[in-house]
């Protein structure tokens, strides 16, 4: 097994406002793609087949995903890799037709044709954000029921804001579609972020210590259990490529985004806002 050690940070050495500046940064360039992105298609992220309506089209071919979007006359979203046998998936935009016609002149063998209509997308659109936004509402009320204080609850709540947004502004970057299966991962993230902001509050605010030592505590833990999972779902990234295992590649992506997110922001913000607290905020 290897032994992996947690370096102990120097924290005297910066000031609040140098450990802020960095995730705040991150945060202002995200916000400024997810805004770029809306202004030009009219929504923050590039949304799925689930939340637009349209065609799936699944079909086995040998030709090449290339090949196989030149194949059709109309518009193709995208050619996606299923299993291991020369199967693909292979989405439309609504209004396509004689997708399966065209398919099959082409020599390909399809398998399923699976439609959904705009207003069920729309539907799915609203449910799904819906979704998030309880969560996080829901998040947010139990942190301030649990602390009781302005600054140490918004930190959880401004880290989870942050870990969210910054990987919403990645899938822009990196064309990665809102479907069911990522705003799954987006929740996920929720869950990931309280977990580590709230040990590393835990520590400084209810446990015997100094502040530098009560956050060197809470360090070796919760970085040992973030880097675990990043390497988890990367290797599951890494593997679901090779295997063409549809939507589990961006759910791994989303969340080595969001959780490598979550080391700056709780270990640069959150300390620095929790600092604050603990030195200046009740002083003041």
């Not at 290339?66 to 291991?84: R, Y």
């Not at 020369?86 to 037709?97: D, K, Q, R, S």
């Not at 439609?115 to 009320?141: K, N, P, T, W, Y």
């Not at 939507?247 to 080391?263: H, K, W």
């Amino acid at each position: 097994m290897v032994d992996f050690e947690v370096p102990e940070v120097d924290y005297t050495r910066y000031t609040n406002r140098q450990l802020a500046a960095i995730p705040l940064v991150v945060l202002a360039l995200a916000l400024v793609v997810i805004g770029g992105y809306f202004a030009l298609t009219g929504s923050p992220v590039s949304l799925g087949v689930a939340f637009t309506g349209g065609t799936e089209l699944r079909v086995a071919t040998t030709d090449s995903p290339a090949a196989i979007e030149q194949a059709f006359d109309g518009d193709v979203d995208s050619v996606t890799p299923v299993g291991s046998d020369n199967e693909y998936l292979v989405t439309f935009p609504p209004g396509a037709e004689n997708i399966e016609t065209q398919a099959q002149s082409a020599g390909y063998e399809v398998i399923s044709v699976q439609e959904r209509a705009a207003s069920f997308g729309a539907d799915a659109q609203q449910q799904a954000l819906l979704g998030v936004g309880a969560a996080f509402i829901g998040m947010s009320v139990l942190v301030f029921v649990l602390f009781r204080t302005f600054v140490p609850s918004i930190a959880v709540v401004a880290s989870a804001f942050s870990d969210i947004v910054i990987p919403l502004a990645l899938m822009n970057v990196f064309g990665i579609d809102l479907t069911l299966g990522t705003v799954a991962a987006l929740l996920m993230l929720i869950g990931y972020s309280v977990d580590s902001d709230l040990l590393l509050n835990n520590h400084i605010l209810r446990r015997r210590g100094e502040f530098y030592e009560s956050t060197y505590r809470a360090m070796r833990t919760g970085v040992t259990m973030t880097l675990t999972s990043i390497a988890a779902m990367a290797v599951m990234t890494v593997v679901s490529t090779l295997f063409g295992i549809p939507l589990l590649p961006e759910v791994g992506l989303i969340l080595v985004f969001g959780l490598s997110a979550d080391l700056m922001n709780t270990y640069l913000l959150n300390v620095s806002l929790l600092r604050y607290y603990k030195y200046e905020g009740i002083a003041a």
